[in-house]
């Protein structure tokens, strides 16, 4: 899981969520091409790559009355088919105790590709290269939330 402080009030920043993910380029089918990176200096690898790479994802939104949290599902999968892993899990706004924040969480699941080679190399550094590209996801999706914001950008 990992979760980043959002400086866009609760009661709007799903719209901006909703506007930034509409926004980007789909493919013939209506989903979402999602480019996914890791610097891999964040992952504790001392060198100035970025491992990139482009995904097919699909978001659902997930009607939860009352909670004072926004939930959506999302999966995604390499959009070339290469063994790259496939993800599922959700994103998720919640109140933060400041009325000018909130928060944005991402957790959800994955397989390494090639069984137990994939496994040994998950293990060994992969696992930081899913954390290090999930957290470079969130930062992208707050400063795009966060523009909306102070852009008055309104759904």
Not at 53 to 69: H, I
Not at 70 to 79: D, L, S
Not at 90 to 96: H, L, N
Request: aromatic letters at 10%; a negative charge; glycine letters at 10%.
């Amino acid at each position: 899981m990992q979760r980043i402080r959002v400086n866009s009030p609760y009661g709007r920043t799903p719209s901006y969520l909703n506007w930034y993910l509409d926004a980007l380029g789909k493919d013939r089918n209506g989903r979402v091409i999602l480019r996914l990176q890791a610097p891999l200096k964040e992952a504790g690898i001392p060198t100035g790559l970025i491992v990139a790479k482009d995904v097919v994802a699909e978001f659902n939104y997930v009607d939860s009355p009352g909670a004072l949290e926004e939930k959506t599902n999302v999966c995604w999968k390499p959009q070339d088919g290469s063994p790259y892993p496939a993800f599922n899990g959700s994103i998720t706004i919640e109140a933060d105790e400041d009325y000018g924040s909130s928060w944005l969480r991402l957790e959800g699941s994955y397989d390494p590709p090639f069984g137990i080679a994939g496994d040994i190399f998950d293990a060994a550094i992969g696992k930081r290269i899913a954390l290090a590209t999930a957290r470079e996801l969130l930062e992208r999706l707050r400063d795009a939330m966060e523009q909306a914001h102070w852009d008055g950008t309104t759904r």
